[in-house]
């Protein structure tokens, strides 16, 4: 089995020693990248989404935003992750990041990293361009969808240079590597097992496997998107000692 990691803006990071129940958003700031931020712990507020390299519909990835608040780090071993920070720097701003800062669309900027992140995942979804021109309450004249941004929350613009931002992106660049990455396969899943101070945390191969698991340790969490036991660690201190 592979020793578990997490890619994070293009470096390899190893997962050795970490809690099975550190979130990845925690785990992030841990690490000094704290553009993402706690708002709720709950994933109702956005403010901590980062991007995932997963499986695409109409391209083999695409990027997905993700609350970082809920999901466990250990969930992710093998996948690769974006955070505003990776997107773009002071020195060179991204499209969504730029087109935010020109239009007003920040004021305390706490909400912000988890706008740009979910607005980036919006604006390279590979079927965007083919919608432009369809503009309605909902659609802006670039194929923008709101509804990508219906999970972050924002209590200082009132939303307008928010929407205008996104807007007036136009098409990713040629030479996009974020772009570029959608048009090769996405990381594959892998088993993974992690256990430190008594506690562990496995992601098995098979169904087989996994059932094996559930029948031996009845207790065991099992977690799929993590919506419940993520808000359980983080509002309730709740610490599995064996998550499936």
Known sequence: MTDPSVTVNGDHVPLTGVATHTTALDWLRGRGLTGAKEGCAEGECGACSVLVARPGTTSPTEWTAINACLVPVAALDGQELVTSEGLGSSDDLHPVQQELAVRGGSQCGYCTPGFVCSLAAEYYRPSREATAETCDHEHGPNGVDLHALSGNLCRCTGY?????????????????????????????????????????????????????????????????????????????????????
Do not use: C, K
């Open 160 to 244: 307008r240079p928010i929407r205008d931002a996104a807007y007036a992106l136009g098409a990713p660049e040629a030479d996009d590597a974020f772009a570029a990455r959608q048009q090769q396969p996405p990381p594959e899943p892998r088993p993974t097992r992690i256990a430190v101070d008594g506690a562990e945390f496995v992601r098995p191969e098979t169904l087989t496997e996994a059932l094996d698991l559930i029948t031996e340790w009845p207790e065991a969490q099992v977690v799929a998107g993590s919506t419940d036991w993520g808000v359980e660690v983080n509002i309730r201190g709740r610490r599995a000692p064996l998550v499936v």
